[in-house]
């Protein structure tokens, strides 16, 4: 898993592996002279080397004389290296930002994630199946990921495609990613967010598309319904949880999910602790600022599922 950073799969992971060896390699112009300095200046000046040192055996002035050539490349060749990453970075980070979608010819498939205790829920909203830690989809396919949490915050990362990021409760945060190959990729939680920390994986799978396309039926054939209660008995606790799949899914749970922290409106939508909204539960709305990461609408304007929050001293 450590070192799965440099096998990329995908085009993001590409490009986030390339970013790192270039950053390093800018770094080492001034760390290897420096190290090699170190070690020369050491052993020429160690104690036991009297022949090396300039007047052995009398105390030396050293030279109080400032020399201003010596200061500027001492400052300049550190700082155009600052200076160069600094640009690396910043175009970077623009073109690496996890919300951007990706380019492609082909539409994207749309998987919303939820974060649990400890495990994950992937719900496929265009068709209608659910998944928990387990997520599939078809290579040389953009997917867009819809990350909330149920519970404390979570780290969701798949080394080999691309960008980690956090998953919160109340809040939504978008992830674009695609594989450009086949295969099995080990996914998990880098979040320590308590005792089941360190079994929160799950295994991403990229499939060619008639593959995806027959899991789908498969699953729809399953026989099992994530409405309401099922998700109730689906979010407690649970430590090492194994892979499942569910046939249908609520349309609206995502966003009981999403807002269920955030308006204190009953509704009788059977989620606990907090209840959820009316089906018409408003779209999030971007953060400025902050990328890849909305939280859900609370203006007036959202009718029903806005109301006056109350801050409980």
């Known amino acids: 898993m450590d070192l799965a950073i440099f096998d990329p799969k995908g085009i993001i992971s590409l490009a986030e592996r ?38 052995a055996g009398r105390e030396e002035k050293p030279e109080r004389q400032h020399r201003v050539g010596k200061e500027i490349w001492l400052w300049a060749i550190p700082a155009a290296v600052i200076c160069v990453l600094a640009v690396i970075n910043w175009k970077s980070t ?31 909203p265009a068709q209608g199946i659910a998944t928990v830690n387990y997520v599939e989809f078809p290579a040389n396919t953009p997917v867009h990921f819809d990350l909330t949490a149920d519970a404390p915050m979570s780290s969701f990362w798949i080394p080999q495609l691309g960008s980690q990021i956090y998953a919160m409760a109340a809040m939504q945060t978008q992830l674009n990613l695609m594989a450009d190959t086949t295969g099995d990729f080990a996914g998990k939680d880098t979040e320590i967010n308590g005792a089941g920390y360190a079994g929160m994986t799950f295994v991403a799978k990229s499939v060619t598309e008639d593959d995806f396309n027959a899991w789908v039926t498969r699953v729809r054939g399953s026989g099992n319904v994530l409405d309401v209660p099922a998700y109730n008995a689906l979010a407690a606790q649970s430590m090492d949880a194994p892979q499942a799949s569910y046939s249908s899914v609520d349309k609206n749970l995502y966003n009981e999910i ?26 999030p709305q971007t953060m400025d600022g902050m990328p890849g990461m909305s939280m859900p609408d609370m203006s007036p304007a959202s009718s029903t599922a806005t109301q006056t929050l109350q801050m409980e001293m």
Not at 266 to 276: M, T, V
Request: glycine letters at 6%.
């Open 94 to 124: 623009h073109a690496l930002d996890p919300s951007v979608p990706i380019a492609s010819n082909v539409p994207p498939i749309v998987i919303q994630v939820v974060a649990l205790e400890w495990k994950w829920l992937f719900i496929y």
């Open 258 to 283: 999403l807002m269920k922290y955030t308006a204190p409106a009953a509704n009788g939508a059977g989620l606990p602790e907090k209840p959820g909204l009316p089906p018409n539960v408003p779209e």
């Open 18 to 55: 390339n970013l790192i060896v270039t950053v390093v390699c800018v770094m080492l112009v001034v760390a290897i002279p420096m190290l090699v300095t170190l070690y020369v200046f050491a052993w020429k000046y160690r104690a036991g080397n009297r022949a090396g040192v300039k007047n």
